[in-house]
């Protein structure tokens, strides 16, 4: 199997069918669906912990994505893209700030993961990378959801 799913939280129900469906759909729109992923659903305090000690930052967010095709030992199994941790806490959260569907907030989010495992970068304080990163969010997202992308 290509896609691993892992719930480790009980703050919000998760389809989890759906949910591999929606990742198998992402990973032909960005041409790897041949390519391994895992993902990890928890909560806001599992992602706290998580955050913190991989990458120094003592709160709870919304996605970390692990890629494992960077760094030296990166070409060892190239088919494996790498682990998505999102937690739906903050998803559903998020969701409800944002009056957005909780589905349409982890699509974004796992659109979001996907995209890092795939090299894309918005932290590496480089204002052209945001910005492609964030279009090709939306490109993707919408893509996903059958919308025609306006372009303004």
């Known amino acids: 199997m290509n896609i691993h799913i892992e719930?480790?939280?009980?703050?919000?129900?998760?389809?989890?069918?759906?949910?591999?469906?929606?990742?198998?759909?992402?990973?032909?729109?960005?041409n790897c669906p041949d390519q391994e992923i895992s993902?990890?659903?928890?909560?806001?305090?599992?992602?706290?912990q998580i955050n913190r000690q991989y990458l120094n930052r003592d709160h709870p967010t919304n996605v970390i994505s692990f890629p494992l095709r960077e760094g030296d030992y990166g070409h060892i199994n190239p088919?494996?893209?790498?682990?998505?941790?999102?937690?739906?806490?903050?998803?559903?959260?998020?969701?409800?700030?944002?009056?957005?569907?909780?589905?349409d907030e982890i699509d974004f989010l796992l659109i979001h993961g996907l995209l890092h495992l795939l090299g894309y970068n918005h932290e590496s304080?480089?204002?052209k990378e945001s910005l492609q990163m964030r279009d090709?969010?939306?490109?993707?997202?919408?893509?996903?959801?059958g919308y025609e992308l306006?372009?303004?």
Not at 39 to 48: G, M
Not at 138 to 144: G, K, R, Y
């Open 7 to 30: 719930n480790r939280q009980k703050a919000v129900k998760l389809d989890l069918r759906r949910i591999r469906r929606v990742v198998h759909k992402l990973k032909k729109i960005l």
């Open 39 to 48: 993902l990890l659903f928890v909560d806001n305090e599992q992602i706290r």
């Open 79 to 103: 088919q494996i893209l790498g682990d998505i941790v999102i937690s739906a806490e903050r998803a559903f959260q998020d969701a409800a700030a944002g009056d957005l569907s909780v589905n």
């Open 125 to 127: 304080g480089n204002n």
């Open 136 to 145: 090709k969010e939306n490109e993707v997202f919408f893509m996903l959801n």
């Open 150 to 152: 306006e372009r303004f």
